[in-house]
């Protein structure tokens, strides 16, 4: 499996971004996919995962992005989206695209720079 994030960029506080992560190769294979990010600095986090099993989907929300993110995939498990509103300064960071497989295997992307300035 292959990852590729865009829509990275510049906004000010207050401002949207969406963010797309497109999967290619074994993506059948997909389980969980999530968005993590890394500040300069600080340790990469998790800010949101969406899951599918039985047909039911699951969706988890780190508690500093509830209610401004929204975390988005379609049936194909081909691209998943992070919609970015109501961006803050703390937001700035390098976000990743994350996948694991049936099998526990880790996919990363090479991540995308979100600065937002005050």
């Known amino acids: 499996v292959q990852l590729v994030e865009s829509g990275g960029g510049v906004v000010q506080a207050g401002g949207s971004l969406r963010l797309s992560c497109a999967a290619s190769?074994?993506?059948?294979?997909?389980?969980?996919m999530d968005w993590y990010r890394q500040a300069l600095g600080k340790q990469r986090e998790l800010v949101a995962t969406i899951s599918s099993a039985g047909g039911s989907i699951s969706i988890y929300y780190a508690d500093f992005v509830k209610g401004r993110f929204t975390i988005s995939r379609d049936n194909a498990k081909t691209t998943m989206t992070l919609q970015m509103n109501s961006l803050k300064p703390e937001d700035t960071a390098v976000y990743y695209c994350h996948a694991i497989d049936w099998g526990r295997l880790n996919y990363w992307g090479q991540g995308t720079q979100v600065t937002v300035s005050s």
């Open positions: 190769g074994s993506t059948r294979s997909i389980n969980v």
